[in-house]
């Protein structure tokens, strides 16, 4: 999950424990931006070629309950 690439979906975050509000405060505050709609990457640390799936609108993303592990994965 986003743990190893830095690129989180809603439910990753569900996973976790994140809640709305926290999600929110990650992103006004700059930990987390927002991809795409139920999309997030973490500032700093994450996998390129992960990010450019999710922001590229990439077809696996339509599936429901899909989560960041089935993500391509960079080289780096």
């Not at 976790?16 to 987390?32: D, H, K, P």
Request: net charge positive.
């Amino acid at each position: 999950m986003g743990i190893e690439n830095g690129v989180f979906s809603t439910h990753d975050l569900a996973r976790l424990g994140v809640t709305r509000a926290e999600l929110r405060g990650y992103v006004e505050r700059g930990a987390l931006i927002r991809l795409r709609r139920g999309w997030y990457l973490r500032t700093g640390a994450h996998d390129p070629v992960a990010a450019a799936a999710v922001r590229d609108r990439s077809r696996w993303w339509y599936r429901p309950g899909l989560d960041s592990r089935r993500l391509p994965r960079g080289t780096g």
